[in-house]
């Protein structure tokens, strides 16, 4: 299995970043996915998680109504769409794939990792 995020960047504060995730080696539609982030001298937290299809999907509290989850399956890949974007948003951005039982919130639910893209937001 292999996870490769892109689309991080440096960006100011209230705008915009798409990131991308690309799965490869396993049957991506049969997983849900998840981000997750690390902040520099923090834990890893949950994101978003989606479920197979796209039909449900589940949002941090702290990134609700900014950051939207979505996937196309046909492509292999996972995207987090990030709008309003603050400083505390900075971070590394992690997807990954859900294979253990388990809540989509506990990192311990998933089994396979990106290598993570880094978002940094100015002000």
């Known amino acids: 299995v292999q996870l490769v995020e892109s689309g991080g960047g440096l960006v100011q504060s209230g705008t915009s970043l798409r990131l991308s995730c690309v799965a490869s080696?396993?049957?991506?539609?049969?997983?849900?996915m998840g981000w997750f982030r690390r902040a520099p001298g923090k834990e890893r937290e949950f994101v978003a998680a989606?479920?197979?299809?796209?039909?449900?999907?589940f949002y941090a509290d702290s990134v609700k109504g900014r950051f939207t989850i979505s996937r196309d399956n046909s492509k292999n890949t996972l995207y987090l769409e990030m709008d309003s974007l603050k400083l505390e948003d900075t971070a590394d951005y992690y997807c990954a794939r859900r294979g253990r039982r388990g809540s989509y919130v506990d990192f311990g639910s998933y089994d396979s990792w990106g290598q993570g893209t880094q978002v940094t937001v100015s002000s």
């Open positions: 989606i479920n197979y299809h796209g039909g449900s999907t």
């Open positions: 080696g396993l049957t991506f539609g049969n997983y849900y």
